[in-house]
């Protein structure tokens, strides 16, 4: 079982900065080659995938309605995944999720508990 576990979230003024971690338990990351996506669901939508990482290497995938604002990144000294903004809208407000899937797997099957985000206009 991998286990997901995100920090960063909270209040942020519009325009201000955004930086969320992902850590897995036990180096799953690289134990795993796991790729790490991070999803927003704000309230009435549904969850949407916004940016996604292979630990395996290649180019991370951004989602088109956050290209430009949202980028992802991974730290393979501390094992963590994280999700940066340097420019919040208040329509960022949501709550974020780290989750993981193994190489072959169609859906992500690990899932971190979620972190709110809430952006002040």
């Known amino acids: 079982q991998v286990q997901l576990v995100e920090s960063g979230g909270g209040l942020v003024e519009t325009g201000g900065s955004l930086r969320l971690s992902c850590t897995a338990a036990?180096?799953?990351?690289?134990?795993?080659?796991?790729?790490t996506g991070w999803f927003c669901q704000a309230p009435g939508k549904e969850r949407e995938l916004l940016a996604a990482?292979?630990?395996?290497?290649?180019?991370?995938y951004i989602a088109d309605s956050v290209k430009g604002r949202f980028t992802i990144s991974k730290n393979i000294f501390t094992e963590t995944v994280s999700l940066q903004s340097n420019s919040v809208k208040p329509e960022d407000t949501a709550v974020y999720y780290c989750?993981?899937?193994?190489?072959?797997?169609?859906?992500?099957?690990?899932w971190g508990q979620g972190t709110q985000v809430t952006v002040s206009s």
């Open positions: 989750a993981a899937k193994r190489a072959g797997d169609s859906e992500y099957k690990y």
């Open positions: 036990g180096r799953a990351f690289s134990t795993y080659t796991l790729t």
């Open positions: 990482i292979s630990w395996r290497g290649g180019n991370p």
